[in-house]
Structure formats: structure tokens, C-alpha cells
T-cell receptor, first 116, second 110 residues
Framework: SAVISQKPSRDICQRGTSLTIQCQVDSQVTMMFWYRQQPGQSLTLIATANQGSEATYESGFVIDKFPISRPNLTFSTLTVSNMSPEDSSIYLC?????????????FGPGTRLTVL | EDQVTQSPEALRLQEGESSSLNCSYTVSGLRGLFWYRQDPGKGPEFLFTLYSAGEEKEKERLKATLTKKESFLHITAPKPEDSATYLCAVSGGSNYKLTFGKGTLLTVNP
């Protein structure tokens, strides 16, 4: 499976600021996704990062709050904008498996965000 | 809307004490049911994919089974290194979205 890295691994930010999280994969992948994992909650899909076009957002998530870039098949960024303490969470990127038909996803190590 | 419920929320076992974790799901047109293991401070690690009722998969001390309504993750003679949170997820319909349960926190005491 692909090797996935995320930067930063953790950060502490002030209310009202923005943070950009990077996701790098060591091979080209078709599907890239961004998830949020809040304390005591299940992983929730934020959006699908589409290469060369706008991301596809899930219900409850909007582009103004979580802008996403996908400039190529190995890299994506997620920005958490105008942060509040409620945005404190672990943010994870994932990639689709070798076969799109298999539907498997592999996850990066995550970014632990704390907003004060 | 796809839904996944995992039970129990937490499970404590003694080393060598076998048990099972449950994942109940509702999904329209199952594309796959997935089991992941997550250690503290790390991303989920893929374990298994199950595609149809009756399917079983094994990996070391773990065995996953699937029916039309639920999946079980059986842990045989667990060791302390099996301690982790085990996550279940489903994908259905025409998209690749994974819907996760809240997980089961497994602790295996030596």
C-alpha cells in the first residue's frame, strides 16, 4: 500500500486563525479524502479531493470553512479557516487502494489540532 | 443514510481470553465492509475488507465474518499487543465514502 505522510503532525492555534494541513503520498493515487475525528466520535468524511477540479463536500461541510487543493495525483492540502475551539480534532487524509473497485482506503498518520 | 453501530464500546480481556467485537450496519447496496485498527496517536491501519454475506477473512489472531446485517471481529487468544481501537466502516451505493462506527476500545491485560 502507499506511504502517506501529513504535516504538521500536531499544532496548537489561536481562535480566528487558519491552518493548512498537507498530505503527501509516495505514489500516484486516483482517490484522496479528508476526514475529521473528534474526541469520542467516529471518523467523518469532510470531502473528496478531486485532482484538477473542485473538491466534493459532504453535508455539513463547506468550502469557505475547509478549502481543499489537489494540484496533482500525489498531494493535497486541507485548510481549516477561521478556527474555533470546536474545530479541535484529528484531521486525516486517506487514499483509495490500488483498485478503485476494491474501495479500500489507507490513512495517513493524522494531524492533531488544538484551538485555544 | 448508511449507519454503523459497534459494540461494546470498550472491552477488557485477559491475555489468551478469546472474544468477539460486533459491527451492525445498514447500507443501501453494500460495496464493502472494512475493519481497521487504530493505535493512540496514529491513523487507522487497514485490516480486512468483506464484500458479501458468508465471507470470512483471517489475519494472525483476527478473523472477520459478515452477514447481511452485521460483522464480527473474532480475536483468538489475544496478546497485549492486540490492544487498540478497532473501527468498522461500510461503503455503499455508487460512491466511495466510508461511514465509520465509533469503534471498540480493546484492552488486553497480561
Amino acid at each position: 500500500s502507499a506511504v502517506i505522510s501529513q504535516k504538521p503532525s500536531r499544532d496548537i492555534c489561536q481562535r480566528g486563525t487558519s491552518l493548512t494541513i498537507q498530505c503527501q503520498v509516495d505514489s500516484q493515487v486516483t482517490m484522496m479524502f479528508w476526514y475529521r475525528q473528534q474526541p469520542g466520535q467516529s471518523l467523518t468524511l469532510i470531502a473528496t479531493a478531486n485532482q484538477g477540479s473542485e473538491a466534493t463536500y459532504e453535508s455539513g461541510f463547506v468550502i469557505d470553512k475547509f478549502p481543499i487543493s489537489r494540484p496533482n495525483l500525489t498531494f493535497s492540502t486541507l485548510t481549516v479557516s477561521n478556527m474555533s475551539p470546536e474545530d479541535s480534532s484529528i484531521y486525516l487524509c486517506s487514499v483509495g487502494g490500488a483498485s478503485v473497485a476494491s474501495n479500500e482506503q489507507f490513512f495517513g498518520p493524522g494531524t492533531r489540532l488544538t484551538v485555544l | 443514510e448508511d449507519q454503523v453501530t459497534q459494540s461494546p464500546e470498550a472491552l477488557r480481556l485477559q491475555e489468551g481470553e478469546s472474544s468477539s467485537l460486533n459491527c451492525s450496519y445498514t447500507v443501501s447496496g453494500l460495496r464493502g465492509l472494512f475493519w481497521y485498527r487504530q493505535d493512540p496517536g496514529k491513523g487507522p491501519e487497514f485490516l480486512f475488507t468483506l464484500y458479501s454475506a458468508g465471507e470470512e477473512k483471517e489475519k494472525e489472531r483476527l478473523k472477520a465474518t459478515l452477514t447481511k446485517k452485521e460483522s464480527f471481529l473474532h480475536i483468538t487468544a489475544p496478546k497485549p499487543e492486540d490492544s487498540a481501537t478497532y473501527l468498522c466502516a461500510v461503503s455503499g451505493g455508487s460512491n466511495y465514502k466510508l461511514t465509520f462506527g465509533k469503534g471498540t476500545l480493546l484492552t488486553v491485560n497480561p
